[in-house]
T-cell receptor
Framework: QKEVEQNSGPLSVPEGAIASLNCTYS??????FFWYRQYSGKSPELIMF????GDKEDGRFTAQLNKASQYVSLLIRDSQPSDSATYLC?????????????FGTGTRLTIIP | GAVVSQHPSWVICKSGTSVKIECRSL??????MFWYRQFPKQSLMLMAT?????????EQGVEKDKFLINHASLTLSTLTVTSAHPEDSSFYIC???????????FGQGTRLTVV
């Protein structure tokens, strides 16, 4: 079982609609969760991080965390063509000085004008 | 502004030569830096953990003699790909954990093409 799993997509969403990206993780000790956006040929850029159960909102983005279900999601409201990219989910585990940031394989999102 | 600076952003080299990639932490001292490799349409795979003042820790399957890591100071780590081959062509990215231990900052990445 992969440690962080994402649907690889592609996920196509009409412009202006809500895009919903999902991620599950296997290690219950994971403490923080990150969503990165990666354009082709570029390095990942951080969109949001979340470490408490519930929702965290930042502009058009909302991250949702459910530790009991080991589930993290990212909602993008009012989707724009510029949101078309691959979205990487990552889980962070820090244990006695050792840390591990594990990435999912990413979901490719396409916003259709 | 950028928190982590990685150079070069792209490099083309001949097979058998060596390439050095630099990763600098700009805003804070980083005792630990991480090096990842990403092949097309795949996720980031951790190669090694770079520790200032000590030897790097390599992930299983990564050749330490081929991928030399030097963490010379609290703000600089280098990855040298020795005797590069076409199969080493990839996107190499460094990462630094933020001082609050809740964030991860990436360098801009280096696209290596070995011909």
């Amino acid at each position: 079982q992969k440690e962080v799993e994402q649907n690889s997509g592609p996920l196509s969403v009409p412009e202006g609609a809500i895009a919903s990206l999902n991620c599950t993780y296997s290690d219950r000790g994971s403490q923080s969760f990150f969503w990165y956006r990666q354009y082709s040929g570029k390095s990942p850029e951080l969109i949001m991080f979340i470490y408490s159960n519930g929702d965290k909102e930042d502009g058009r983005f909302t991250a949702q965390l459910n530790k009991a279900s080991q589930y993290v999601s990212l909602l993008i409201r009012d989707s724009q063509p510029s949101d078309s990219a691959t979205y990487l989910c990552a889980a962070f585990l820090s244990n006695f000085g050792n840390e591990k940031l594990t990435f999912g394989t990413g979901t490719r999102l396409t916003i259709i004008p | 502004g950028a928190v982590v600076s990685q150079h070069p952003s792209w490099v083309i080299c001949k097979s058998g030569t060596s390439v050095k990639i630099e990763c600098r932490s700009l805003d804070f001292q980083a005792t630990t830096m991480f090096w990842y490799r990403q092949f097309p349409k795949q996720s980031l795979m951790l190669m090694a953990t770079s520790n200032e003042g000590s030897k790097a820790t390599y992930e299983q399957g990564v050749e330490k003699d081929k991928f030399l890591i030097n963490h010379a100071s609290l703000t600089l780590s280098t990855l040298t790909v020795t005797s590069a081959h076409p199969e080493d062509s990839s996107f190499y990215i460094c990462r630094v954990t933020g001082p609050l231990n809740t964030e991860a900052f990436f360098g801009q990445g280096t696209r290596l093409t070995v011909v």
